[in-house]
């Protein structure tokens, strides 16, 4: 076999820095494998990889959960975050550094981040006032707000009035639609790209990074009043964890980053606010920021708060690591949503892994020990069918390489597939069985147990970096214990003779899907009960506050799309003797005339305010589910108190 070739040169690839308010859930576990997948398969190509993950700590809502605990933010961080490195410790993350913003490395190099961005001008201190939503750590103008609820996660916002700090990114505005029209690959996919361009022409505010309100973070190094504001804390941590800047030695051999994987949910920040602060540290851009979909489960995307996660330790245990990792990287288009059913994943286990390609392992090490003694034979004759399973082995390599160039793992392990596939309905074609009854067909015989090895020894280097637990375990059956695995050796048939085989259990037995379902549920029913999982809720009020809400009873008379924006519906809402206009953003969950003679709970007294040139006076009450809006309706009079 071949020896590992020279580097060919650096990589750099991150995922984001996890929020530790929990622990993390399979929807997590998807970003870090495909970041995982590819950092194995650039180290298989002969790069020098840099492989980063970590948490992000710092922020109100931690500060909120550990309270609620009864410990120091601290503790309570260092506690999730044991988890988190635990959970990638057992599905075998190859991350090179874990940052995490609590430590003093961290720490420090913010501060003086900070003050080099202060010395040049782009900070400057003044008073905030909007909304702030503390799960998403972001604050929001009036006009940005969507049915007055948080853009991004849709939850409710608080009115925020404090002392700031600003970074001026409106400074970097034309620089960075400049950047997104002039280097269409820097974001991808290209959707989000476009999206991104749409905002920024609609004008970057400066950007809040600082908050006086609380104190757990990182102390402004100017004005120890005040701590820096999560995205100048989190998204320094891909050159903090370089040394920069005070030791700078790795920082200059990988920066910049190859790529920023993150989901979409994110993209804004690490596509907008991310270069415009490199900017104005005058440092080179990351080459790309990837962004990919969410896993959905019941109709939306997973979510600790509505109780509908997938605890991917669970699926480890039942089904093994690389099972789970091949489901991930093989059942979602990157950039796209998915849903996640546990029927799909047993179904994709077991016709991929099971039927597929641990019965090829099965089939041609227990042919090998049959027909030839165990040991690979030498490969003497050669037909079209030989020369057909010969051309497709040999072109997967080359194709995998330019579906990995574009993150698309799904295509790359089809085309492993497409060799598995044919090796199998090559055994069909050659018949081994009847060959070994014919003395004058050894040879073939022969010729079709070594193609068989062939074949196998390929598909091993081809799925190490999905499937490194596999991929070992069938060069171990196949008598290639002794050999690295190496890139190279993808691209060549015939290297394999007199490699002693021995087979061995099934590398993924069959599933009874039927069962499993049923295992599965119950699990998921005993883990809820067990568990009693917490909401994430608002900060706590007092009955004097909830008392300043006025609730009334309305009947809907009229509903109609807003003329400016697709996402609302205009209502006009009789409450006993006064009818109102009142705007809301669920387009995408009721049809107008669905809505007409609904009896609706109306905040009767919260203030007018303007969405895209209409007046909305008061909000109508919905509940979600997890998969849409439903509509909080009653029996009661027009005008009567909700209490």
């Known amino acids: 076999m071949s020896e590992k070739k020279a580097t060919k040169g650096k990589y750099y690839i991150t995922t984001p820095i996890y929020y530790p308010s929990s622990n993390l859930h399979i929807g997590h576990t998807y970003c870090t494998v495909m970041a995982d997948a590819m950092a194995r398969f650039k180290r298989l190509c002969g790069y020098d990889v840099m492989f980063l993950t970590g948490t992000d700590e710092h922020g109100l809502k931690i500060q909120q959960i550990a309270e609620e605990k009864g410990v120091s933010p601290q503790e309570y961080v260092d506690g999730v975050v044991a988890g988190i490195k635990d959970l990638w410790k057992t599905m075998e993350i190859s991350y090179d550094d874990f940052i995490r913003t609590t430590e003093p490395r961290h720490v420090k190099r913010v501060q003086a981040i900070f003050n080099k961005m202060n010395d040049k001008g782009d900070i400057y201190k003044s008073e905030y ?41 409106s400074k970097y505005q034309d620089r960075i639609i400049d950047l997104f029209e002039n280097n269409p690959e820097f974001l991808m996919p290209d959707s989000r790209r476009h999206e991104m361009i749409e905002f920024c022409k609609q004008g970057l505010e400066d950007l809040c990074i600082s908050r006086s309100t609380f104190d757990w973070g990182i ?50 920040f690490h596509s907008i606010i991310w270069p415009a602060m490199l900017m104005s540290l005058d440092l080179p851009l990351p080459k790309h920021v990837l962004g990919h979909g969410w896993l959905l489960i019941d109709g939306g995307k997973m979510s600790k708060s509505k109780g509908n996660v997938v605890d991917p330790v669970v699926l480890i245990d039942r089904y093994g690591i690389d099972a789970l990792k091949y489901f991930l990287l093989r059942e979602y288009t990157f950039g796209q949503d998915g849903v996640f059913t546990n029927e799909v994943m047993l179904k994709r286990m077991n016709f991929d892994l099971a039927n597929d390609l641990g019965n090829l392992v099965s089939r041609t090490t227990a042919m090998i020990e049959k027909y030839c003694g165990g040991t ?62 014919d003395e004058s067909k050894k040879a073939e015989l022969d010729t079709c147990m070594h193609n068989l090895a062939e074949s196998l020894r390929i598909i091993s280097i ?71 999982i917490p909401l994430e809720l608002k900060p706590e009020i007092v009955y004097d506050d909830f ?21 609302l519906l205009v209502f006009q809402v009789q409450m006993g003797t006064e009818k109102r206009q009142i705007i809301s953003g669920v387009a995408d969950d009721f049809k107008p005339e669905d809505m007409v003679g609904k009896k609706v709970i109306v905040v009767a007294n919260l203030k007018p305010r303007n969405l895209r040139g209409m007046e909305s006076k008061g909000m109508l009450m919905f509940a979600e589910n997890g998969k849409r809006c439903e509509m909080v309706t009653t029996i009661a009079e027009d005008g009567s108190v909700v209490d």
């Open 376 to 437: 690979v034979p030498e490969s003497t004759t050669e037909d079209d069918i030989d020369k057909e399973l010969k051309e497709v082995a040999l072109g997967v390599a080359p194709a995998l390489e330019k579906h990995m160039d574009k993150f698309a793992f799904n295509m790359a392990l089809e085309d492993i597939w497409v060799l598995v596939r044919r090796a199998n309905k090559y055994i069909d074609e050659k018949t081994p069985w009847i060959l070994a009854k």
């Open 129 to 169: 006032e909007g909304w702030y939503c503390t799960p998403c750590e972001s604050f929001w103008t009036e006009s940005q707000l969507v049915d007055g609820c948080c853009p991004d996660c849709g939850r409710p916002v608080n009115k925020a009035h404090e002392e700031a700090y600003f970074f001026r990114l």
């Open 219 to 268: 102390q402004v190094p100017i004005d120890p009043k005040h701590v820096i504001y999560v995205w100048l804390d989190a998204l320094t941590n891909y050159i903090t964890a370089l040394g920069y800047p005070d030791d700078p030695e790795l920082f200059n051999k990988y920066w910049p980053a190859d790529v920023h994987l993150v989901g979409k949910e994110i993209v804004r």
């Open 462 to 532: 081809l799925i190490s970096p999905f499937m490194h637990e596999t991929a070992e375990k069938i060069r171990k059956q196949m008598g290639l214990w002794y050999a690295d695995i190496v890139w190279e050796d993808a691209f060549t048939f015939d290297m394999m003779y007199e490699e002693q085989v021995k087979r061995g259990d099934a590398i993924f037995p069959r599933l009874d899907i039927e069962k499993e379902l049923e295992d599965l549920d119950a699990l998921k029913g005993e883990s809820q009960e067990e568990e009693n």
């Open 547 to 567: 008392d300043k809400i006025d609730f009334r009873v309305g009947t809907i008379l009229t509903a109609e799309k807003h003329p400016k924006a697709d996402k």
